[in-house]
């Protein structure tokens, strides 16, 4: 059992009706790893993951939001704000200090095992980890795991 952030895009591609093959291969993906490992894991989502889906353009926001009703929610705290604004000082993530920066600061500070997602540009980037990596440490922190629900089902067959 691990302790799992659930980043916005997860949570977005669980409720997508979109038909397109991409939209449909994350859907399906996201769905089997809830279904499958979601309940023998600890899960969490945050005020950031909250507040990006209660966004009024965001069309799914009702089946997104009741999708997560009853998950605990990590409230921001200032360790997590000095992380995230320190990620996008140095270029690890890109402005604004909420959002991307957000989610990982929060997922660290919590000192949750994965953060699962489907941001491949600027989460689940292995380009990005040792930068991400190097500045966790710096602050004595270990960084989760930031994976793709697929990752987590290729290991879980292995």
């Not at 889906?53 to 998950?71: H, N």
């Not at 997602?117 to 966790?136: D, G, M, R, Y």
């Not at 960084?143 to 879980?156: C, G, H, K, T």
Request: proline letters at 6%; charged letters at 25%; one cysteine or more.
């Amino acid at each position: 059992m691990g302790r799992v952030y659930l980043e916005t895009s997860f949570v977005s591609a669980c409720v997508t009706e979109r038909k397109d093959v991409g939209s449909a291969y994350r859907r399906e993906a996201s769905l089997r790893w809830w279904t499958e490992q979601g309940p023998q894991n600890e899960l969490f989502v945050s005020d950031e993951v909250l507040v990006e889906l209660s966004d009024e353009r965001y069309p799914r926001r009702d089946a997104a939001l009741v999708f997560v009703e009853g998950i605990p929610v990590i409230t921001v705290s200032a360790p997590m704000v000095v992380l995230a604004r320190v990620l996008v000082e140095r270029l690890v993530m890109p402005k604004p200090v909420g959002g991307d920066a957000l989610h990982v600061a929060m997922a660290t500070v919590s000192e949750m095992e994965y953060l699962l997602t489907w941001n491949v540009q600027h989460l689940a980037n292995p380009n990005k980890l040792t930068h991400l990596n190097a500045v966790c440490l710096e602050f004595g922190l270990v960084l989760p795991r930031i994976v793709r629900p697929d990752d987590l089902l290729e290991v879980a067959y292995e």
